[in-house]
């Protein structure tokens, strides 16, 4: 099983980066798909999830209006579009998978995930 992030960066504040997540070694439409996010002394953080079933979605509210994410079942992977980013946004990211997740709500984000990926850098500059 892996979960690679790809897509992170340094970036200016209002700008924007794509972050993608390649899944393999499960069956991809049993999953949700959360981002999550830690920076340097602060707790990890869920920002957003997606069911890769039915596609429903879920954002935190600090990046509500910013961020989207959407899935490509047939390629096995997850992006995360985030624009307008901020200063506070400067993250490592990861991403994780969740089995059977059924349409996702904010408690999806609190669920125990299955796998994670390794993690990839977002830095914003103000």
């Known amino acids: 099983v892996q979960l690679v992030e790809s897509g992170g960066g340094l970036v200016q504040a209002g700008g924007s980066l794509r972050l993608s997540c390649a899944a393999s070694g499960f069956i991809f439409d049993d999953y949700g798909i959360g981002w999550f996010r830690q920076a340097p002394g602060k707790e990890r953080e869920g920002v957003s999830c ?36 901020r200063p506070e946004d400067t993250a490592v990211y990861y991403c994780a998978a969740v089995r059977d997740p059924g349409a996702v709500t904010e408690i999806t984000m609190g669920l125990e995930y ?11 500059s103000s």
């Open 114 to 124: 299955d796998y994670w990926g390794q993690g990839i850098q977002v830095t914003v």
């Open 50 to 85: 997606i069911s890769n079933s039915d596609h429903s979605t879920y954002y935190a509210d600090s990046v509500k209006g910013r961020f989207t994410i959407s899935c490509d079942n047939a390629k096995g992977t997850v992006a995360l579009q985030m624009d307008s980013l």
